[in-house]
């Protein structure tokens, strides 16, 4: 059974940096994507980033609204993934969840983590 522990929450200003991981655990050979997702209060769940742990390994992928801010990356051999948030806005405010699954889609990131909380003011 897969297990993804988030850590590295936090209150920072405007236009601060924080990054965030998940420690993974109980991968099988068909999980080949992990990811980020944030929930901010009133407001569905997003997708910010993900990328392919194999198949092909290392390709990654943002939403508009973080491109060129966030960066996405995986340690495979520590099994955690990491999310490098910069230039923080407000609207990055929300809870970040780690996912993982057999794809990089919403549909196939059925593995989830608890949730970390961000806030950006």
């Known amino acids: 059974h897969v297990q993804l522990v988030e850590s590295g929450e936090g209150s920072v200003q405007a236009g601060g940096s924080l990054r965030l991981s998940c420690a993974a655990s109980?991968?099988?050979?068909?999980?080949?994507?992990m990811g980020w997702f944030r929930r901010a209060p009133g407001k569905e769940r997003e997708g910010v980033a993900a990328?392919?742990?194999?198949?092909?390994?290392?390709?990654?992928y943002y939403a508009d609204s973080v491109k060129g801010r966030f960066t996405i990356s995986l340690d495979s051999a520590k099994n955690t993934l990491f999310l490098q948030m910069n230039s923080l806005k407000p609207e990055d405010t929300a809870m970040y969840f780690c996912a993982a699954g057999s794809h990089c889609s919403s549909s196939a990131l059925n593995h989830w983590g608890q949730g970390t909380q961000v806030t950006v003011s």
């Open positions: 990328i392919y742990v194999r198949y092909p390994a290392g390709n990654s």
């Open positions: 109980g991968f099988t050979f068909s999980t080949s994507c």
